[in-house]
């Protein structure tokens, strides 16, 4: 039995970068089409940043109710660091981007002019979303160092309690569709370069790049002069293969072992690249959030 809810069609549209729709309607000359583009992205930025504003706010409240000697004192230090070397800091506004249609539409008119005024408009955003997508890495990073990866997984227990892994069955038990449109606009809020198939039993996004961790592999964040850490050892923040950059430990935590908790399976499956490896990651959601063969499909040593 078919059970197939897209066209191909349809799944090539959903799987568009909207940067790249808002290019070519402009040099078409459609502006009504690249404004469409333009909002969706732009509303996926926004939601990107309200959940890493939150995230930052997460750790310092985690730290501070952890007690740890010198605990919010360190992260302290580290934003401090931070700031001064971030290669991103330097173009760091009072506030996020401006909307699409003042920035890029009431700033220019002529196609020349349009097509720079997104690429500003683009660069701002990709700098913004990467500078606190590092900054949570290196806060993360100082709790691994002083404290192990138990304290890290504590930590992001204690993040993802706040946000959307505290809420796994809610999200799991939206419709389908919503779920997958929803990743789709998380995922293009930072900038992923995406495909979305579906099957029968599943949709499999496949980035390529993915736009946080790839990302930060190929703009060289794990060296100098941020030198974000790895986690090195098999534990419960690198499915217990060790070698995971500091930022994708929280997959191992919120979509593994917290979505089991609530839900009986992972969910959704992120298969992540192993260690510094920029290669295609791939995120599979069944159309069954509890499908027992979504715990099959979870990254393991092998």
Request: aromatic fraction near 8%; proline fraction near 6%.
């Amino acid at each position: 039995m078919n059970s197939r809810m897209f066209s191909d069609e349809e799944m090539a549209q959903l799987s568009r970068s909207p940067w790249v729709v808002a290019e070519e309607a402009l040099a078409a000359g459609d502006r009504k089409a690249a404004e469409t583009a333009l909002s969706g992205l732009e509303a996926g930025c926004r939601s990107q940043m309200d959940r890493y504003v939150s995230w930052v706010a997460n750790i310092f409240e985690g730290a501070a109710e952890r007690g740890r000697p010198g605990g919010t004192a360190a992260l302290v230090q580290t934003t401090r660091r931070f700031f001064a070397v971030s290669p991103d800091a330097p173009f760091l506004e009072p506030a996020d981007p401006a909307a699409a249609a003042t920035a890029v539409f009431e700033r220019s008119t002529g196609t020349t002019e349009l097509g720079g005024a997104l690429d500003e408009w683009l660069g701002s955003w990709r700098r913004t979303i990467d500078l606190h997508r590092d900054w949570i890495s290196a806060l993360l990073g100082r709790i691994y160092q002083d404290g192990g990866p138990d304290e890290l997984e504590w930590t992001l227990r204690y993040c993802g309690r706040q946000g959307m892994a505290g809420a796994v069955a809610e999200h799991a038990g939206r419709p389908v569709r919503t779920q997958l449109e929803g990743f789709v606009h998380l995922l293009h809020g930072h900038f992923a370069e995406l495909e979305v198939v579906e099957d029968d039993s599943k949709f499999v996004i496949e980035q390529d790049p993915c736009g946080t961790c790839t990302r930060q592999v190929t703009d060289g964040r794990f060296g100098p002069p941020l030198n974000l850490p790895m986690v090195t050892e098999a534990h419960t923040v690198t499915w217990n293969r060790g070698t995971t950059t500091i930022y994708r430990s929280h997959i191992p935590v919120w979509h593994v072992a917290m979505a089991i908790e609530a839900i009986g399976v992972p969910w959704p499956v992120n298969q992540c690249p192993h260690g510094l490896d920029a290669g295609v990651c791939r995120i599979l959601l069944y159309k069954d959030p509890r499908n027992p063969e979504a715990t099959a499909g979870v990254p393991t040593v092998g």
